[in-house]
């Protein structure tokens, strides 16, 4: 009898205890969603898209400036905080158009340039700074475009109608740094100026003026679908 009391006892504690221990807990969050970069879009118009502010987005998938992505690019979509759903609603006085922008400038993409025809869908270029090309599409310093020997202080021009994507500094490798989208895909840069007279989001004529060269040689860009293209059949010639 004392045995069997025994062996009750000890039962009745170990079914207390299994009772009492606390459902495991997931050590692991839910993914948020994620979205796949296609080609037209820029960081600012999926912002838009899913009711986020485009630092948000950014600072959520450590995007640095100018907001660089690239088609096939994976986007943490974080949820909408609560302060700025109320913003969603607002009409958009200048809303950018969707347009992919060129890659992130921290590393330079492996390609192998090669002479390209004008191309029918590209936009008609115009010379963003008086002066001799110094580098050519493919070879020096960056071979993702080409650098035009100006004079420090001339003014550099817009090649296309269209929008600014980005104006202000980017440090690892353009300094000042002017980013326009013109629709279809098509962005031009503008790299090393020394002081810029449009901001973000602003509509631009072509020709118009973007900014004055600084110290080093103007560095100009044109991209479609954030692949380099040469500008140089791009452009009208010289004589």
Do not use: K
């Amino acid at each position: 009898m004392r045995r069997a009391g025994l062996a009750l006892m000890l039962a009745a504690a170990m079914a207390g205890c299994v009772s009492n221990r606390a459902p495991p807990r997931s050590a692991r969050a839910e993914a948020g969603p994620a979205y796949v970069v296609r080609p037209g879009d820029t960081l600012a118009a999926i912002a838009q898209r899913h009711g986020l502010m485009l630092s948000t987005l950014a600072r959520a998938n450590r995007i640095p400036p100018p907001y660089l992505i690239r088609v096939g690019q994976r986007l943490a979509i974080p949820p909408r905080p609560r302060a700025t759903q109320a913003m969603v609603s607002r009409p958009v006085v200048q809303p950018l158009p969707r347009a992919t922008p060129p890659p992130a400038y921290g590393r330079a993409p492996t390609y192998s340039p090669a002479p390209a025809p004008r191309l029918a869908s590209a936009p008609r270029l115009v010379w963003p700074a008086d002066g001799p090309v110094g580098e050519r599409f493919g070879g020096g310093a960056d071979p993702r475009g080409i650098s035009i020997t100006a004079h420090a202080g001339a003014a550099v021009r817009v090649a296309a109608a269209g929008t600014v994507l980005f104006a202000g500094d980017e440090p690892q490798r353009y300094g000042r740094l002017v980013l326009v989208d013109h629709g279809g895909g098509w962005v031009t840069a503008y790299g090393h100026l020394g002081r810029l007279v449009v901001s973000s989001g602003e509509s631009v004529r072509a020709n118009a003026r973007l900014g004055f060269v600084g110290e080093r040689n103007l560095h100009f860009e044109l991209r479609r679908d954030n692949q380099p293209v040469d500008p140089l059949p791009q452009l009208p010639p010289r004589f």
